[in-house]
């Protein structure tokens, strides 16, 4: 079935450096991925949107990047704050209307 | 503008009992989706609805329903509700798919956090 993995382990990172978190999909080839942030208790907010011809994307701190050969998705943060705290998660597409969401990655910025 | 509304936040229901969740799209979104998500997990897609008809469902059982109304907020009703349903169900909403300049964002409220005893 398809599926898109995450690093279910917390990553813990200090203060301005740069976080990079990893998702992996298998069993299909999404034409794009998303990724979300969500803090605790609250629902998932988008960042950013790539496109499998896309290799990268860029939004102020953040950077995505989609290797359809390795069928991997990279997020950073760079110069990360102790606000950046919450857990990330990817999303691909599954048909035309539904989305796979990853476990999501929770991320510690530390001061 | 206010952006997706959900309600109850919090409720707690007993084991066969049944439960009714709301949600009132962002303003402007016609397109209304339903997501589980249990604790340490992601999402997990329940269905979708648009123009009051469910486009898409997700692997749940019949005991999960759900209906959308002309002004496209939109209901999910759990029946004989099981322990293991217990888990935050998220609303999303969005106006149109992944098209060229479009990111298909969704817009998620803040849930409703259900614990079934």
């Known amino acids: 079935s398809q599926k898109i993995e995450q690093n279910s382990e917390a990553l813990n990172i200090q203060e301005g450096k740069t976080a990079t978190l990893t998702c992996n999909y298998t069993n299909y080839s999404p034409a794009y991925l998303q990724w979300y942030r969500q803090d605790p208790g609250r629902g998932p907010v988008f960042l950013l949107l790539i496109r499998e011809n896309e290799k990268e994307k860029r939004k102020e701190r953040l950077k995505v990047t989609f290797d359809t050969t390795l069928k991997q998705s990279l997020f950073h943060i760079t110069a990360s704050q102790p606000a950046d705290s919450a857990t990330y998660l990817c999303v691909g597409p599954s048909g035309t209307y539904k989305y796979i969401f990853g476990t999501g990655t929770r991320l510690k910025v530390l001061a | 503008d206010a952006g997706v509304t959900q309600s109850p936040t919090h409720l707690i229901k007993t084991r066969g009992q049944q439960v009714t969740l709301r949600c009132s799209p962002k303003s402007g979104h016609d397109t209304v989706s339903w997501y589980q998500q249990a604790l340490g997990q992601g999402p997990q897609f329940i269905f979708q609805?648009?123009?009051?008809?469910?486009?898409q469902r997700g692997n749940f059982p019949d005991r999960f329903s759900g209906h959308q109304f002309p002004n496209y907020s939109s209901e999910l009703n759990v029946n004989a509700l099981l322990l293991g349903d217990s888990a935050l169900y998220l609303c999303?909403?969005?106006?149109?798919?992944?098209?060229?300049?479009?990111?298909?964002?969704?817009?998620f409220g803040e849930g409703s956090r259900l614990t079934v005893l």
């Open positions: 609805y648009y123009e009051e008809e469910e486009r």
């Open positions: 999303a909403s969005s106006s149109a798919g992944v098209l060229a300049g479009n990111t298909g964002e969704l817009f």
